[in-house]
């Protein structure tokens, strides 16, 4: 069994920061690429930031320059730095995780959510 909890959402005012953190743990054998992706009220879900597993980030164009993603493959944990969060920067934050459990079985697995609400 596998989960990913995250952390770190809030409120906070336009230009201002915020650190997402998503923590993997369970019957994990290897973890692949993580991901953060978000999705504002009546919107679809967008990707935000991808990172692979040796590292190589990419980032959408909105968000380029101002965010930041991250991991520590030891700690199985996925790491979004937002700064000058702007107020279309408001949704629910998911992390997104594709891994090879015990069984060797690969899968991609998601948090339960946090909100970022940027106010103006």
């Known amino acids: 069994q596998v989960q990913l909890v995250e952390s770190g959402g809030g409120l906070v005012q336009f230009g201002g920061s915020l650190r997402l953190s998503c923590a993997a743990s369970g019957s994990i054998f290897d973890v692949y690429n993580m991901g953060w992706y978000r999705q504002a009220p009546g919107n679809q879900r967008e990707l935000v930031a991808t990172?692979?597993?040796?590292?190589?980030?990419s980032y959408a164009d909105s968000v380029k320059g101002r965010f930041t993603i991250s991991r520590d493959n030891a700690k199985k944990t996925v790491y979004l730095q937002m700064n000058s969060l702007k107020p279309e920067d408001t949704a629910v934050y998911y992390c997104?995780?594709?891994?090879?459990?015990?069984?060797?079985?690969?899968?991609?697995?998601w948090g339960q959510g946090t909100q970022v609400t940027v106010s103006s």
């Open positions: 997104n995780v594709r891994l090879r459990d015990f069984r060797l079985h690969m899968d991609e697995y």
């Open positions: 990172i692979t597993s040796t590292g190589n980030p």
